[in-house]
Nanobody, 114 residues
Framework: VQLQASGGGLVQAGGSLRLSCAAS????????VGWFRQTPGNEREFVAA????????YSADFVKGRFTVSRDDARNTVYLQMNSLKPEDTAVYYC????????WGQGTLVTVSS
């Protein structure tokens, strides 16, 4: 499966963005799909994920109440709705699909200005 992340950009603090992770070459509903982010010099960190089949979601404490992950299996796409963005949310955001093996998409840059 190939993943394509999109939707990043420049936004002011307090604003919103919606990231998309579109899959091709596989059946997305069979995958756990997660969002991660990375800033220069730091390790990639977990942000949020959507489980397969029952679509339960879970997220890191630092985004709870602000970010929501959802999936549209008919479109083979998982979304990350990001609200109340903060400058510290600035990072390259990646999506990852897992069905025993990890498949990473390329990143999309999110920049939050103060």
């Amino acid at each position: 499966v190939q993943l394509q992340a999109s939707g990043g950009g420049l936004v002011q603090a307090g604003g919103s963005l919606r990231l998309s992770c579109a899959a091709s070459g596989g059946t997305f509903r069979d995958y756990v799909v997660g969002w991660f982010r990375q800033t220069p010099g730091n390790e990639r960190e977990f942000v949020a994920a959507s489980r397969r089949y029952n679509s339960n979601t879970y997220s890191a404490d630092f985004v709870k109440g602000r970010f929501t992950v959802s999936r549209d299996d008919a479109r083979n796409t998982v979304y990350l709705q990001m609200n109340s963005l903060k400058p510290e949310d600035t990072a390259v955001y990646y999506c990852k699909g897992n069905r025993g093996t990890d498949y990473w998409g390329q990143g999309t840059l999110v920049t939050v200005s103060s």
